[in-house]
Structures are given as structure tokens and as C-alpha cells.
């Protein structure tokens, strides 16, 4: 290796810390929300420790040694030594998802877990396929898509499923919580050396996890104790990966019936998995990184399917961060370390240990640093004049992040659900916002951001026919059910496709408790909204508008 691009530097170490602990919360969620929705407790749950995890270490292995790679692959090429290697590891939408919307309903109609964990084992290798053969056409969105489109539903995300989520968590244990988050920013925002030259991520960890063990449990909120760690350390054990191909191939031999519903959730998480990563490259590039897009997001495919067909439910993904990680002095060697570091954890058995000496809480200002610099990318990276474009993407977003909260609301308030006050009036309001307005942004809110974002770069611009083109774009996806359209039984939300739940097959009238929104009318909005855009763009072409027009 180059010693202008050494394997390692000081600065992978925060990188490191903060890339593992957004991968060990998701390893963590594993056996929680299995064991609770899948069955798979007790004697049941090898499937989690003897196949999920160790072909979950298969997956961020792969990942993190390519992305390694490619990073000092770039850097020879650039002669730059400041090549950040793109952040990967378990897409933390698709594991819930997948959970709750696939393998908990196969537990619940056949109480086996097994069938749950090889209907998860076959939803993950369709993920997979979807994004490696994304990769091929990933490169020519990316060329026809505004980078402030782009970079705002990153944002978007960041803003409400990264930097809220864990400020929402520093603020629920402050007293484990805030003192790292102080030292961050003393380290990042004001550059702060630390004695010793200690990475300022290295030394906020120490501080929190210090914190979680001297305060009693009623004042850090944390539970950490000599006999935890006494328990991990006895349910160590060595867990290679094992192949699992025979199984994945056993759910195809079922009848088609069993396994053809759950396409109207893989092939949309698929394609959300490709436009987040072709993202998050887009970042990578705004922050001095030019990736190829093909091969990037191939490796994530990849790792992907390997994924399934060693144990592992849940697809691996291009994070969010890069821009972060890069900030924080990051270069190669963090993913490495992340990569060698999650596969020694899973193979040997030592999770739970991890989890009885770091109080999760103690890593998260890290990651909550970085949802704040990739905000701040968006509009920095972007075009000054589209700055209200990148704005306007943030919304769906951010009315997704309130769906969650609302939907979360409801479950824990035992009384009506929402589908009992859509059917009684879908005008009703939760404290002065529409529900149903809330909802139906939500729902694939990821192309919208993107979709709202591009029409008003391209508006900006005066590219009126581009702009009706997003938009024609948009009506086609509300039509499928990709945006907006969505359906409710209980306190459930689930995306409703026109491909799997035709119009007319549609129940008539609803189920008792189900709630349908086909969004027909937004279809309609957006065709309307694409006829204004031309005719604006057949009109400038005969009689041009100066840019200057007072507005």
C-alpha cells in the first residue's frame, strides 16, 4: 500500500467506533425482534445465533473488505490521501420489515420458526438480486438526477431516523448520553485535541460506558452489572457460518402461493435499498469521493445475496454517513476494522458480552454527529440556487418520522386504532395534522423526497420539461402503490400495489378494520402538475421568460 494511503490511521478509530455501534444496534435487534415476533426463544433460538448472525458476518465481511479496497483503489488513481471508504452494513428498514411484514406472519399461520427464518432467508435473496441488477442502471439515474434531489432525502432521513432517533436517546439516559455528546462536539466542532492524540469518538465512549458503571441503575437508566457480563461471558461459543442454499431453495418447491405475496415487499424494499445506496454514493461524491456507481452498488448486492444463502434474513446496504466518517479523519481502515471487528463478535458468540459492557447510549452522539453533517451536506454540496429544492425534499421525510410516531402513539394507547377513526372519517386530525395526509406522504417517502426535490431544481432552472417528466414519473409510481397509497388494519401500515391488489379485485366494501387508500386522486394531482410544467415549457420556448421575472 501507498504510504501516502496507509492501511490504518489514527482517525479510523473514530470511524470505527461510530460505523460499529450503528451495526452492533442492529445485531442487537436481531434477537430481540425475532425471539419476540418469530418464536425463535429457547431451543429456537440457534436460528438466530447458529445462522442469522454468522451469515450476517459473512455479509459485512465481504462488504466492509471491498469497500476497503475500492477506497485504496481511488486513492492510487487520485493520488489523494483523504479517500474515505463508503460506510456498509445491515439496512436497518429492511430487518423490520422483513420481520414484522414476512417472517412474524409465517410464525403466526404456521407457529414454526423455521419457516419464518426460510421465508426471511428467500426475501433477502430477492433483495439482493434487485440490487445487483440495480447496478446496471443505477449509474444513468444517477447522471439524470439533480444532486440537491439526491442529497436531500438523505437529509431528510438523517434528520428524522438518525440524528432524532439517537438525540431522542442521549436525552432519555442524559446522564450517560450528554457527556459523551459534549466531548464530540468539543473534538469535532471546535477541533479540540485530546492529550495523547486520542480520537475524540475513542475518548466520548470510554466517558459514557465509565458513566453507565459508576452511577446506580435508578440514575443512569442502564443496566449494567458484574453478574450480566458473568452470564454473557458463559453463552460464548464458536458459530461458523453455514451454507444455506438447500433451504433458500426449499421455500421455491413450496406452492406459489406461499411465497408470491411477499414480492409486494421485497420488490419495494429492493428498489429503496438501490436508490438509498445510489444516495449515498452521490454523497460520497459531494464530499471529494467519485466511486463508480456499477461496482458499488454490485458489491452491495452481493453481499446481499450472500447473506441468504449463509443464515441471514436481512440485506446489507451503502449507510448514510460518508460524509461524516470522512469529517471525523476516517479513511480506509475504519471499514476494515468495522468488517473484522462485527465477524469476530458474531462468530465467536461474544454479542451479548459486547452489550453487558458498552451501554449503547454511550456511542450513539457519534452517530448522531453524523446525521448532522450529512444535513448540512445537503444544502453546502448542492447548487446555491437550489437550496429551496433540497428544503422542499425534507418534508416527506419528515411527515415519515411523524407517521412513526403517530402509528407508535396508537399501539401503546390501547384505545381506538387508527384504522377505526380513517373508517369513521378520514379527515380526522392528531393534534392539528391529518392523518391521512400524514400517512400517505409517508409511504415510500424515499422517492418522493427524491421526486418533490428534482422537480424543483429543475423548476429553478426552467427546465419545465424535465420537470413534468418527474412528474409523470411520480404519478406512475402512486398508481403502482410505490408512493402514497397505503392501507391500515388495526395500528398496521402497509403499502397497497395496484400489481398485487388489483383495482377491481379490491375488497368491496373494506374487511372489518382495513383502511384503504389507493391515492387515485394524487395520481391524478401529479398528471395535473406535469400538464402545467409543459405547457409552461411549450410556452418559454415561444416567448422567453428573463430569468430576473419578479416573482
Request: charged share 10%; with cysteine; glycine share 10%.
Amino acid at each position: 500500500m501507498s504510504q501516502n494511503y496507509p492501511l490504518f490511521v489514527r482517525r479510523d478509530f473514530d470511524g470505527f467506533f461510530g460505523l460499529f455501534v450503528d451495526n452492533l444496534v442492529q445485531l442487537l435487534l436481531i434477537p430481540v425482534l425475532c425471539g419476540a415476533l418469530c418464536g425463535m426463544t429457547g431451543e429456537h433460538a440457534r436460528y438466530v445465533y447458529d445462522y442469522m448472525i454468522p451469515g450476517a458476518a459473512v455479509s459485512i465481511l465481504l462488504g466492509n473488505l471491498f469497500y476497503a479496497w475500492q477506497a485504496h483503489r481511488l486513492a492510487a488513481r487520485t493520488g489523494s490521501n483523504s479517500v474515505c471508504a463508503l460506510p456498509y452494513g445491515i439496512n436497518t428498514p429492511s430487518l423490520l420489515v422483513y420481520i414484522a411484514f414476512v417472517m412474524a406472519p409465517v410464525y403466526q399461520q404456521t407457529k414454526d420458526p423455521a419457516a419464518a427464518w426460510q421465508m426471511g432467508l428467500y426475501a433477502c435473496l430477492g433483495s439482493g438480486i434487485i440490487e445487483f441488477v440495480g447496478a446496471f442502471v443505477a449509474g444513468w439515474i444517477r447522471r439524470k438526477t439533480p444532486r440537491a434531489a439526491l442529497l436531500s432525502t438523505l437529509a431528510g432521513i438523517s434528520i428524522g431516523f438518525i440524528a432524532m432517533t439517537f438525540a431522542l436517546q442521549i436525552f432519555h439516559r442524559p446522564l450517560v448520553g450528554m457527556l459523551p455528546l459534549a466531548v464530540l462536539l468539543i473534538a469535532l466542532f471546535a477541533r479540540w485535541p485530546f492529550p495523547l492524540g486520542l480520537p475524540g469518538g475513542l475518548v466520548a465512549l470510554l466517558l459514557g460506558s465509565l458513566c453507565g458503571w459508576l452511577l446506580p441503575q435508578s440514575l443512569s437508566g442502564v443496566d449494567l452489572s458484574f453478574a450480566n457480563v458473568a452470564t454473557a461471558w458463559d453463552q460464548r461459543g464458536l458459530h461458523l457460518p453455514i451454507f444455506c442454499g438447500e433451504q433458500v431453495l426449499a421455500v421455491f418447491r413450496l406452492p406459489p402461493e406461499q411465497w408470491l405475496g411477499f414480492l409486494s415487499v421485497i420488490v419495494p424494499m429492493g428498489l429503496f435499498n438501490v436508490v438509498g445506496s445510489l444516495q449515498n454514493i452521490e454523497s460520497a461524491s459531494a464530499s471529494g469521493d467519485e466511486f463508480a456507481t456499477g461496482p458499488s452498488l454490485a458489491a452491495n448486492g452481493i453481499g446481499t445475496i450472500s447473506a441468504a444463502l449463509f443464515g441471514s434474513c436481512f440485506p446489507t446496504t451503502i449507510y448514510i454517513g460518508h460524509p461524516g466518517w470522512k469529517a471525523l479523519g476516517a479513511r480506509a481502515g475504519y471499514s476494515s476494522l468495522n468488517g473484522l471487528a462485527i465477524t469476530l463478535i458474531c462468530l465467536t458468540g461474544t454479542l451479548p458480552l459486547i452489550a453487558s459492557l458498552i451501554p449503547v447510549e454511550a456511542g450513539m452522539a457519534i452517530v448522531f454527529w453524523v446525521g448532522i453533517i450529512i444535513t448540512a451536506q445537503a444544502f453546502q454540496a448542492s447548487d446555491n440556487q437550489h437550496a429551496p429544492a433540497v428544503a422542499m425534499g425534507l418534508f416527506p421525510a419528515i411527515a415519515a418520522w411523524g407517521a412513526t410516531v403517530v402509528e407508535g402513539g396508537f399501539r401503546v394507547s390501547g384505545g381506538k386504532t387508527l384504522s377505526d377513526i380513517l373508517l369513521d372519517n378520514p379527515s380526522t386530525e392528531a393534534n392539528g395534522f391529518l392523518v391521512q395526509g400524514l400517512i400517505s406522504m409517508e409511504r415510500g417517502s424515499i422517492f418522493t423526497c427524491m421526486i418533490l426535490a428534482a422537480i424543483s431544481a429543475f423548476l429553478i432552472d426552467r427546465k419545465f420539461f424535465s420537470a413534468a417528466l418527474w412528474s409523470i414519473l411520480a404519478a406512475c409510481l402512486t398508481w403502482l402503490g410505490l408512493m402514497h397509497a397505503f392501507q391500515v388494519d388495526g395500528n398496521s401500515i402497509n403499502y397497497l400495489f395496484n400489481l398485487t391488489i388489483p383495482l377491481l379485485q379490491a375488497p368491496s366494501p373494506a374487511p372489518d378494520g382495513v383502511y384503504y387508500y389507493r391515492a387515485l386522486t394524487v395520481t391524478v394531482g401529479y398528471l395535473l402538475a406535469a400538464g402545467a410544467f409543459a405547457w409552461c415549457g411549450w410556452y418559454n420556448n415561444r416567448h422567453p421568460q428573463p430569468d430576473n421575472i419578479a416573482h
